[in-house]
């Protein structure tokens, strides 16, 4: 792998929908680069955020379409892979994890086999191998019985044991790059706290580069290196985590302005008055 | 408080589900215009004591007053019209082909009560929301709007007491402050009683006086949003909860403890 560029760079991302009635613009010219660390992408509901993830693993399904000038990942264009080059990416180069593990899990099948089969279809093991492998990524997330949880049907876990397991599974191939879509955002704090610690570990330990979207601006201040603030399919700030409070943006700053927070009582708190130029194109 | 005196007096309350004992044994007690929270992980069983106040189970025991009336499992029009819940979906709790209008009808139907026309109107009014919005129908409105809409139904048979169950925990959080100002707003003005069930520790801190917190079914502590605002809660699992709540932090998360 080449030190010196970036895991990642995307340049004039789009995604769109034609629908029946109108063209849908979900993401709009985005561009960012990726190196080894955690990257937060931040908005809210119809920001594009998710929309942008997908678009990384060509997972947008049609009529959505995917346009971008670039988007390089570790010296390989992902515009002009073909479909069968991509399935081998996707799993062992890029995973993904995604918000509630209640559906992104197989219910008929234990949790164990569905690590042990996504192992399998990106490396050469046989079913011991596989199963080892398994067991060693629950420990690796921390699961305390990980031969139970092995055994186990997604229905019998609790919802952070699902997520880990979720995890365990796409870091089996020891991906390069992770990007995790509301990871926590069903879970307790807790548990939550649980769940990015290991993440946490990955990108330090194993130079993995994490693409973290979520709602929760505090969230992805604490935990990501940098964060990019998307608004109406376009990213309006880019900053780095530690200073989000000194967001420039009067978006971030009036999302900032609208939590309310534990330390600081506020009688009525600030609704976000939307500006129309916030959406308009980059002059 | 004394239980007498109470607006909503909860004693000795136990769920059960077969063998899963939900809620064992909590006991709190509102006073008329209070806010109260109920904060707690899922499981803790916060939803739960809220439900069985509402009349939504029949498999409790214990004792729970409203307004001073033992009431029993069972509920009569008289305890419906006293005490509503507003829910945590809004994309959930309104029938998808209702519209707004039938949707606020309903209750004024059920309860006999004259003047549907103008008190629908009112009540929309009081939540902001324009008499434009009576006769759409659920997908038609924005996850704020029908939030919005089932406060006005709630509102609509002029309760005193209030049962929100996580109401803007599916909303964003532009939308949650629009949220939270509206049901501040209408307890301030009507002297309405909250008790408010939330996993969010600074949505409590921002609408209620006074909270318990709860884990494994039972309350864990009872504190003042002041203790809350000032980190200084007495039991572990209340700070541990705090510090999490707080963003991620490497230590915190390398010392967490399993509190049964």
Known sequence: MNAGAPLLTVEDLRVEFQTRTQLVRAVRGVSFSLGREKLGIVGESGSGKSQTGRAILRLVAPPGRVTAKKLEFDGIDLMATGEAQMRDIRGKRIAMVLQDPKFSLNPVMTVGKQIAEAYRAHASADRAAAKQRALDMLRAVKMREPERVYAAYPHELSGGMGQRAMIAMMLATEPDLLIADEPTSALDVTVQLQVLAILDDLVSQRGMGLIFISHDLNLVASFCDRVLVMYAGRVVESLRASELGQAKHSYTQGLLAALPRIDKPVKELVVLKRDPAWAGERP | ?260
């Open chain 2, 1 to 260: 408080m004394s239980a007498d005196a109470a607006m909503l007096a909860v004693e000795d309350l136990h769920v059960r589900f077969g063998d899963v004992h939900a809620v064992r044994g909590v006991s709190f007690a509102v006073g008329g215009g209070e806010s109260f929270g109920i904060v707690g992980e899922s499981g803790s069983g916060k939803t739960t004591v809220l439900r069985a106040v509402a009349g939504l189970y029949d498999e409790w025991t214990g004792t729970i007053r409203v307004a001073g009336r033992v009431v029993g499992k069972s509920r009569d029009r008289a305890f419906r019209k006293l005490a509503q819940m507003v829910f945590q979906d809004p994309y959930g709790s309104l029938h998808p082909r209702h519209t707004v209008d039938r949707v606020l009808a309903e209750p004024l139907a059920i309860h006999g009560q004259g003047d549907a026309e103008a008190r629908i109107e009112a009540s929309l009014q009081a939540v902001g929301l324009g008499p434009e919005f009576r006769f759409r129908y659920p997908h038609q409105l924005s996850g704020g709007q029908r939030q919005r809409v089932a406060i006005a139904r709630a509102l609509i048979l002029e309760p005193r007491v209030m049962l929100l169950d996580e109401p803007t925990s599916s909303l964003d959080v532009s939308v949650q402050a629009e949220i939270l100002n509206l049901l501040s707003r209408l307890r301030a003005e009507r002297g309405l009683t909250y008790i408010l069930v939330t996993h969010n520790l600074a949505v409590v801190a921002h609408l209620c006086g006074r909270l318990v917190v709860m884990n494994q079914g039972r309350i864990v502590e009872a504190m003042t949003v002041e203790q809350l605002r000032a980190r200084a809660p007495r039991e572990a699992y209340t700070r541990q909860l705090l510090r999490a709540s707080m963003g991620y932090d490497r230590e915190a998360a390398r010392g967490l403890e399993t509190f049964d």
